[in-house]
Antibody, heavy 122, light 108 residues
Framework: QVQLQQSGPGLVKPSQTLSLTCAIS??????????WNWIRQSPSRGLEWLGR?????????DYAVSVKSRITISPDTSQNQVSLQLNSVTPEDTAVYYC????????????WGQGTTVTVSS | DIQMTQSPSSLSASVGDRVTITCRAS??????LNWYQQKPGKAPRLLIY???SLQSRVPSRFRGSGSGTDFTLTITSLQPEDFATYYC??????????FGQGTKLEIK
């Protein structure tokens, strides 16, 4: 059974960097049938896809235009986990952040982390 | 970006009712349409993928249909645990996966 376990701080100061980790169990980060995504949810934006990383002979990343200049998603192959960094945060980045596995076997997000509520406030 | 529009935004129904939620895409997405259920304080849960395929361990009272731009999620004989918010999501324009705004299903 695949599980995603998120960790990271729930409070970040404006202009600082939001950092979250998603530990993968039951699957390999190198899976050729999956991509590892970060999605956030807020009342104002709804569910918003932020970006993904995936391995296909080498590592690839894709990011949403809305955060492209501020976001980095990185694989940690030694720990079988994926990290999210979002720089220069503002209160508008306050949201629940989820990691999710996208499977090419159904073209859907079939496994989700538990979510991390992140508040941007001084 | 492909826009996804759900209707209604909220819906009241009773246990045992049959309900239908619709989702419309701003352009054709073939059958690259997924449905998720979300309960308060929980992550979304995949119910239906590829417009009509039932995810493992999801009860058969959940049914998806449609192709192109118009899709429906039908729940036959509502159960108490089905009261939640439902989202559609397109996976045609990869990786710019966009979600609908949600339909909140409440107990009448």
């Amino acid at each position: 059974q695949v599980q995603l376990q998120q960790s990271g701080p729930g409070l970040v100061k404006p202009s600082q960097t939001l950092s979250l980790t998603c530990a993968i169990s039951g699957d390999s980060i190198f899976s050729n049938s999956a991509a590892w995504n970060w999605i956030r949810q807020s009342p104002s934006r709804g569910l918003e896809w932020l970006g993904r990383t995936y391995y296909m002979s080498k590592w690839y990343n894709d990011y949403a235009v809305s955060v492209k200049s501020r976001i980095t998603i990185s694989p940690d192959t030694s720990q079988n986990q994926v990290s999210l960094q979002l720089n220069s945060v503002t209160p508008e980045d306050t949201a629940v952040y989820y990691c999710a596995r996208y499977t090419y076997n159904g073209y859907a997000m079939d496994v989700w982390g538990q979510g991390t509520t992140v508040t941007v406030s001084s | 970006d492909i826009q996804m529009t759900q209707s209604p935004s909220s819906l009241s129904a009773s246990v045992g009712d049959r309900v239908t939620i619709t989702c419309r895409a701003s352009q054709s997405i073939n059958t690259y349409l997924n449905w998720y259920q979300q309960k308060p304080g929980k992550a979304p849960r995949l119910l239906i993928y590829a417009a009509s395929s039932l995810q493992s361990r999801v009860p058969s009272r959940f049914r998806g249909s449609g192709s192109g731009t118009d899709f429906t999620l039908t729940i036959t004989s509502l159960q108490p645990e089905d009261f939640a918010t439902y989202y559609c999501q397109q996976s045609y324009s990869t990786p710019m996966y966009t979600f609908g705004q949600g339909t909140k299903l409440e107990i009448k």
